[in-house]
């Protein structure tokens, strides 16, 4: 059970507003060698500046040394006040801006959010999202109607309890303590943990990484090793910092949710998979297809197309010949072209989403062999075969389930071909230590890497069925090690 820290400049403010958590000055957890020997502890910060060097600048500084788990973190203080963070995170906020601030006439208006809520429950959903771009007790947010765009956010700040109106007053302690309350009551007993991880997972995203009984398992192996568990979802961003490590099985892409949990995990000093470097380098065909050719990573003869040389790359590979768009994910986005007119429509159709695209050997085989890899070293080994009357593993175009994708052998990694699983380590290898799946073909008594996979699927009754419960249980050793790495590194400084 996490135990909460208020830090303030003004202790009486807060004192009989959040029974259940202990306020102390900021003097006090600073210099107090008490404070600085906690463990499981969270630190709000609540001090009235947090600009760099100030008191409430080292609040954050310092929890984030102890291994406390600071609100605000050092980067989100840094965050609120870069224009461009703001602009960019504002492309996620403009339109739900729009939607909860459409009664509103003025052109300009300023939300107040105090521990993710509103004083209002209309504003609470815009609330929420703020506060997961930038989670932070107390901000006020700034938007501007623009005539064209509509309501854009402007400008977010930290404020003081000083600041605040005294009719918000009862408000703001009202949802502090519910603030509280959330983290201080699991949802099952710890234990005696000694870790908390993060699972991010939609169950009603039929391509998430893992199935629910997976996801069960994985549960259950972190309890053995005392790391405590718990699902969370796309609106949790803001509860990141809570845990010690985060696993996300939902669909990974650079421009989606799963990139800023992340991103916000790495930069609180978590345990990541799928780390952001890992994302941004599985998720696009361009990069990989010129990182295995930096490596002399055998694959599929493989061109860069853009509007230019279309016409010349047919001529080299020939057909027919396979296209993919560069973040294309499950089959989504890969075709294959059969003649020079589909060739040229299909060009057409993916560089008016991309500047670049891959055009590929085409190499038909019975089915793909994907490894799992985990931190260097080989997880698990699949055939996956074609989709009955397709040319690929999945076929969109199929709605039905059974005809949707093609059956699967899961054997043995020794039993694998050892080329196989030695290209896929070295093809992995270019990418990081993470978790990876890679999938490769066997033709001509040759190995071709297709992709890195940087969130390969972990379904109950699929990748687990020789390894079992032994694969869950290997996944959380490697956070455990992890972990104990950081631990290790944190006292010994």
Not at 438 to 443: C, I, S, T
Not at 457 to 462: E, F, T
Request: net charge neutral; glycine share 6%.
């Amino acid at each position: 059970m996490s135990k909460f820290l208020f830090v303030t400049n003004r202790p009486e403010r807060w004192a009989t507003g959040i029974p259940e958590a202990q306020v102390v000055s900021a003097r006090q957890y600073l210099t107090e060698p008490q404070f600085a020997g906690m463990r499981g502890v969270r630190v709000i910060n609540l001090c009235r500046s947090l600009g760099y060097q100030t008191i409430g600048y080292y609040v954050s500084l310092l929890a984030e040394a102890r291994g406390h788990k600071p609100l605000p973190r050092i980067t989100t203080i840094q965050d609120v006040k870069s224009f461009s963070i703001i602009r960019s995170a504002s492309g996620d906020l403009d339109d739900l801006a729009n939607k909860t601030l459409a009664h509103h006439t003025e052109r300009e208006f300023e939300l107040d959010v105090y521990f993710s809520q509103g004083v209002r429950k209309h504003y609470d959903q815009l609330c929420r999202q703020i506060f997961n771009t930038f989670p932070a007790p107390l901000l006020r947010a700034s938007f501007r109607k623009d005539d064209e765009s509509g309501w854009e956010l402007r400008g977010v700040s930290n404020i003081a309890i000083q600041d605040i109106p005294a009719e918000h007053l009862p408000a703001l302690f009202e949802r502090a303590h519910e603030f509280v309350r959330r983290g201080t009551t699991p949802a099952r007993p710890k234990n005696g943990s000694r870790y908390d991880l993060a699972i991010l997972w939609d169950k009603n995203d039929r391509n998430s990484a893992s199935n629910e009984k997976a996801i069960r398992r994985f549960v259950r192996a972190a309890e053995k090793l005392s790391i405590d568990a718990e699902i969370i979802e796309r609106d949790d961003l803001g509860r990141v910092g809570e845990f010690d490590a985060l696993f996300i099985r939902s669909t990974t892409a650079v421009n989606n949710h799963t990139f800023r949990f992340a991103r916000v995990a790495e930069a609180g000093g978590l345990v990541v998979i799928d780390d952001p470097v890992s994302i941004i380098r599985c998720s696009n065909k361009v990069y990989l297809a010129e990182l295995f050719q930096r490596h002399g990573i055998p694959t599929p003869l493989s061109r860069l197309v853009h509007r230019d040389n279309a016409d010349a790359v047919l001529v080299e590979l020939g057909l027919p010949v396979i296209l993919k768009q560069p973040d294309s994910a499950f089959s989504l986005g890969v075709k294959k072209a059969e003649t020079p007119e589909e060739y040229r429509a299909l060009v057409g159709e993916l560089l008016d989403k991309s500047d670049l695209v891959i055009a590929q050997q085409y190499l038909p085989t019975e089915f793909d062999w994907r490894i799992g890899i985990l931190d260097g070293k080989p997880l698990y080994a699949c055939k996956y075969y074609m989709a009955r009357g397709h040319w690929q593993i999945y076929n969109s175009a199929e709605k039905a389930a059974a005809k949707a994708s093609g059956r699967h052998i899961t054997l043995p990694v020794e039993y694998a071909p050892r080329l196989v699983v030695r290209t896929a380590l070295k093809a992995a290898a270019c990418v990081g230590r993470g978790l990876y799946g890679v999938d490769a073909k066997v033709a001509g008594g040759k190995v071709y890497v297709v992709e890195v996979n940087d969130n390969p699927s972990i379904d109950a009754g699929v990748e687990d069925s020789i390894l079992r419960e032994t694969l869950y249980e290997r996944v959380m050793e490697y956070f455990l090690r992890r972990l104990e790495q950081v631990t290790d590194g944190r006292e010994g400084n």
